[in-house]
């Protein structure tokens, strides 16, 4: 039997700040540095065939810590959306200017 095991990556500054950052290469807080090594331990006994990320850091940095026992592939297609003009914003400014 065939499983998908989807992880998504570990908290940002931008993620705590209610920051819009769809594209916007953002890496790791502490936390989500805590967040992704906790995910170590439940997927240690699982043996991959294939990884996947996103070529975003966040998401690289969360995979690498999450395992180093097979190649980790990038694949552009699971980047994250743009945001836009709301990239970079927070999300109550957001509200204000597009209501």
């Known amino acids: 039997m065939t499983r998908f095991y ?27 540095i805590l967040q992704a090594k906790d995910l170590c331990q439940t997927f240690s006994l699982v043996d991959f065939d294939e990884i996947y990320t996103s070529p975003m850091k966040r998401c690289r940095d969360t995979v690498e810590i999450i395992t180093t026992k097979k190649e980790i592939r990038v694949e552009e297609k699971l980047v994250e959306m743009d945001f836009g003009l709301w990239e970079g914003m927070h999300y109550t400014e957001c509200m204000k200017i597009y209501p």
């Not at 940002?12 to 989500?32: C, E, F, H, P, Q």
């Open 6 to 32: 989807f992880v998504r990556h570990g908290t940002t500054d931008s993620n705590v700040k209610g920051i819009y950052y769809g594209r916007t290469d953002s890496a790791l807080n502490g936390r989500g």
